[in-house]
């Protein structure tokens, strides 16, 4: 883009950023529970399966076996209390089977294994006695909670007076008045703004532009200025 002399040194770009949102069902915690276990289990069951059919238990079949969804749950708060602290447990155990087993911890490291694990330490606690609960409140807010079993990378995310849950896309473009305007760097996903990044046009031949931020970028700026002096 520079050789065409569509890129100038030392030009202007303005950065922005907009939502997406995830593909996901809103559900509650216990729908959550049971299917990132029902999700892990599959997964298992694809890659490894003789390992998983040596070692689940019978009533993982009855529990785990179909979509988990708030009209199949247990009615009353008493038992579903219960099939919450079932369902801890019986995710620790399998948990317990993979981390323990040498030859097979390598399981550990599947992506629905992996959110398993997250989901339960955000979720689940045991006591002194070795039985397991769900916690009493969260332990992680914001960005760091993970809402969706079958989209663990789906964040909650506020901009303005916009919030959801899903993805940021980041978008820097080129505004200088005698030159067309070029999307020059596109970034989604969960981002992590890295000093050098906003702004980078993606041409070394090009020295860096003035930049101009957005509300959401600019405390931001601000505070990787503050890093870069002291």
């Known amino acids: 883009a520079a050789d065409a002399g569509l890129l100038r040194s030392g030009g202007r770009v303005r950065t922005d950023s907009t939502h997406v949102l995830a593909r ?62 079932q369902t801890a447990a019986d995710g620790a155990w399998l948990l317990e089977q993979i981390s323990s087993d040498p030859e097979w911890v390598w399981l550990g490291r599947l992506a629905k294994v992996v959110a398993l694990q997250e989901i339960w330490v955000q979720e689940c606690v045991v006591d002194q006695a070795g039985a397991w609960h769900l916690r009493d409140k969260r332990i992680t807010e914001g960005a760091a909670y993970i809402s969706s079993a079958t989209d663990p990378e789906a964040r909650w995310s506020k901009k303005r007076a916009t919030e959801w849950t899903g993805y940021k896309v980041h978008l820097t473009e080129t505004c200088d008045e005698d030159l067309p305007r070029l999307v020059s760097l596109y970034l989604a996903g969960k981002l992590r703004i890295e000093a050098g990044g906003v702004g980078d046009v993606g041409d070394e031949a090009v020295e860096p532009p003035d930049v101009v931020l957005d509300d959401f ?14």
């Open 24 to 85: 996901i069902r809103t559900v509650n915690r216990l729908e959550k529970l049971g299917e990132s276990l029902r999700l892990a289990l599959e997964e298992i069951a694809r890659v490894a399966p003789g390992w998983l059919a040596a070692r689940i238990p019978v009533s993982f079949e009855a529990r785990y076996a179909r979509r988990i969804e708030s009209a199949r749950l247990p009615k009353g708060d008493k038992a579903r209390v219960a099939w919450g602290e």
């Open 217 to 230: 970028h600019q405390p931001v700026a601000r505070l990787l200025c503050l890093d870069e002096r002291q």
